[in-house]
């Protein structure tokens, strides 16, 4: 199996400044998502992952992102038998000292 690319909070928040084209999916369930999310970031719970992986475009690359780092990384391991290129962002929100906005 393929190892999943793990990316650190740092490495993302420069992606985000220098404006790369990646997109990020916030697999928290929406009561943690209350608390604050990465600006710009899609919001899909873990379980609508499989649902969602059909709107999704395949030639982009994805950030995965969770509280610590375990839900994003199995989102990861889904989307990447799916086609998808994907890291996951270690540490998770727990990590993540950028801005969050508040929905």
């Not at 420069?14 to 929406?30: A, F, H, T």
Request: hydrophobic share 40%; with cysteine; net charge negative.
């Amino acid at each position: 199996m393929d190892q999943i690319k793990e990316i650190s909070t740092t490495e993302v928040e420069e992606m985000l400044i220098k404006e790369q084209d990646v997109v990020l999916i916030d697999v928290r369930e929406d009561e943690e998502i209350a608390n604050g999310i990465i600006e710009g970031a899609l919001h899909i719970p873990l379980k609508q992952i499989p649902k969602a992986t059909d709107s999704l475009d395949r030639s982009k690359e994805y950030i995965l992102v969770c509280r610590s780092g375990g839900r994003s990384m199995n989102a990861a391991l889904y989307m990447k038998e799916q086609g998808f290129n994907v890291s996951n962002m270690i540490g998770g929100m727990i990590d993540w000292q950028g801005e969050v906005i508040i929905k």
